[in-house]
């Protein structure tokens, strides 16, 4: 079965503080890819990452990093030195290839940054 | 700014009211689809267009309907509403039909039905 787990519901940390989203997958596809998204208490969806399964490298974008572990199905969110305007919604999710063609959600996982 | 352009904002409608939420997705992409977000809960997909076809469905309750315009924009057709109804819906859009191209989300139309 093709299955996100974000297992962390929630986590509050105090500004600066580095934080990691933990993302961990099941799929039968070799070749499939991973995503991040953002949603803020605006409410809108951001996209943040996509990531190839041939692809092991990490990622970096600013603050942002992506751990993508292929032996432990896992593609984690590190946040470094946290900012109150991170605080948000963050989902992982992964393609599927079937007859729906259609995304795997995770839970996501609620990031509270306190001043 | 994602390109994706969804209106209204806002609808606030009565039980047994049908409304109409409508999609304008990014400059060249073909493929739409619509999420329905309730309350503490995640994204539940209700519907994929590619190119004015219907492509995927998900969870889409009978008393909903959509479809995708010649010029790419998609209306999602919401009737008999119900107080459960109430939720944040979005529309995505990307290049390609399948699950491996990003989708681009709207700001999202946020229902409230009394």
């Known amino acids: 079965a093709q299955k996100v787990t974000q297992a962390q519901t929630e986590i509050s940390v105090v500004e600066k503080e580095d934080v990691t989203l933990d993302c961990v997958y099941e799929t039968r596809d070799t070749t499939y890819y991973l995503f991040w998204y953002k949603q803020p208490p605006s409410g809108e969806l951001v996209f943040l990452i996509r990531?190839?399964?041939?692809d092991e490298q990490n990622e970096i974008s600013g603050r942002y990093s992506w751990n993508f572990q292929k032996s432990t199905s896992s593609f984690n969110f590190t946040i470094t030195a946290s900012q109150v305007v991170d605080s948000a919604v963050y989902f992982c999710?992964?393609?599927?290839?079937?007859?729906?063609?259609?995304?795997?959600w995770g839970a996501g996982t609620k990031l509270i940054i306190k001043p | 700014d994602s390109g994706v352009t969804q209106t209204p904002k806002h609808l606030i409608t009565a039980t047994g009211q049908r409304v109409t939420l409508r999609c304008s997705p990014r400059?060249?992409?073909?493929?739409v689809y619509w999420y329905q977000q309730s309350l503490d809960q995640g994204l539940q997909f209700l519907i994929q267009?590619?190119?004015?076809?219907?492509?995927a469905k998900g969870n889409i309750l009978e008393r909903f309907s959509a479809q995708q315009f010649p010029d790419l924009h998609s209306e999602l057709n919401l009737s008999s509403l119900e107080l459960g109804d109430s939720a944040l819906y979005f529309c995505?859009?990307?290049?390609?039909?399948?699950?491996?191209?990003?989708?681009?989300f709207g700001p999202g139309t946020r229902l409230t039905v009394l």
């Open positions: 990531r190839n399964s041939f």
């Open positions: 995505a859009s990307s290049v390609v039909p399948t699950s491996t191209d990003t989708q681009y």
């Open positions: 999710a992964l393609s599927r290839v079937d007859s729906n063609y259609q995304l795997i």
């Open positions: 267009y590619y190119n004015g076809e219907e492509r």
């Open positions: 400059s060249g992409d073909l493929s």
